[in-house]
């Protein structure tokens, strides 16, 4: 009923940036809070960023001062600015978003596929 496609991510050179976006589409009757999740190899998946419905950002403090998270209500949209990026910032970004749809009173959480993200020289 909900989709969550990811894009954006790629190959990096230390210092550089990336720009990942993540589109909602579906029988969605409203979006609350969107996040941004990263996974490394061999690692848990760790809350990077996320965004309330009203625009409240909230980041890790390992991000904090170089990502910065935004969304496009209108859009259905939540994009993740990713600046002076290192590279322990290598990982699969997954978007997740809250989401109630328009069949369903509950409100459920939504995954994305993944974008790879790796920052090496």
């Known amino acids: 009923q909900v989709q969550l496609v990811e894009s954006g991510g790629g190959l990096v050179q230390p210092g550089g940036s990336l720009r990942l976006s993540c589109a909602a589409s579906?029988?969605?009757?409203?979006?609350?809070?969107m996040h941004w999740y990263r996974q490394a190899p061999g690692k848990q998946r760790e809350l990077v960023a996320q965004?309330?419905?009203?625009?409240?950002?909230n980041y890790a403090d390992s991000v904090k001062g170089r990502f910065a998270i935004s969304r496009d209500n209108t859009k259905k949209t939540v994009c993740l600015q990713m600046n002076s990026l290192k590279s322990e910032d290598t990982a699969v970004y997954y978007c997740?978003?809250?989401?109630?749809?328009?069949?369903?009173?509950?409100?459920?959480?939504?995954w994305g596929q993944g974008t790879q993200v790796t920052v090496s020289s």
């Open positions: 997740y978003a809250h989401v109630r749809v328009v069949s369903d009173r509950n409100i459920r959480g939504y």
């Open positions: 579906g029988s969605i009757f409203n979006l609350y809070a």
């Open positions: 965004i309330s419905s009203d625009g409240n950002p």
